[in-house]
């Protein structure tokens, strides 16, 4: 009787894991032409600086960039930016302060940290963190996360 009692436990506790589980949805998949689609289409409305969104929700932002020419400073109030450089070279300065001139040209960076990226980097930026691409060499491509 204790192994029948014990047998049949065993096999309610696997039947109710298995009535338990959920479909989970598959993984986001984006083709490397679709990517390269989006670049091309941007580089030819934006100048010195395309986007190919891979993916864009409410909780994060994953696109690849592609600068070909240096830019302003930003801030991103809310969320982390992850860059993962992919091709080329600049100079990326981080942290200090944004200054905005009077005559309302580009705002710079200063005090800030300057390195030179490459490929194969990655840069974490907290949240709130001035973030500026100062020189770049040809160009630069990265992997951008915003989370």
Do not use: W
Request: charged residues 20%.
């Amino acid at each position: 009787m204790k192994k029948q009692l014990t047998i049949g436990s065993i096999l309610f506790f696997i039947c109710t894991l298995a009535l338990a589980q959920t479909v989970v949805p598959p993984a986001l998949y984006i083709k490397a032409a679709d990517i390269k689609s989006a670049l091309e289409k941007s580089a030819a409305e934006r100048e010195n600086m395309a986007v190919g969104t891979i993916t864009n929700s409410d909780d994060y932002r994953i696109n690849i960039i592609r600068r070909t020419a240096a830019a302003g400073a930003i801030v991103h109030e809310i969320g982390m930016e992850l860059h993962f450089i992919t091709e080329g070279a600049g100079t990326l300065v981080t942290g200090g302060i944004v200054v905005r001139p009077a005559d309302g040209s580009r705002a710079n960076i200063e005090q800030g940290l300057a390195r030179r990226i490459t490929v194969g980097d990655a840069v974490l930026i907290p949240e709130g963190t001035p973030h500026q691409y100062t020189a770049v060499e040809g160009a630069i491509s990265y992997l951008e996360v915003r989370f």
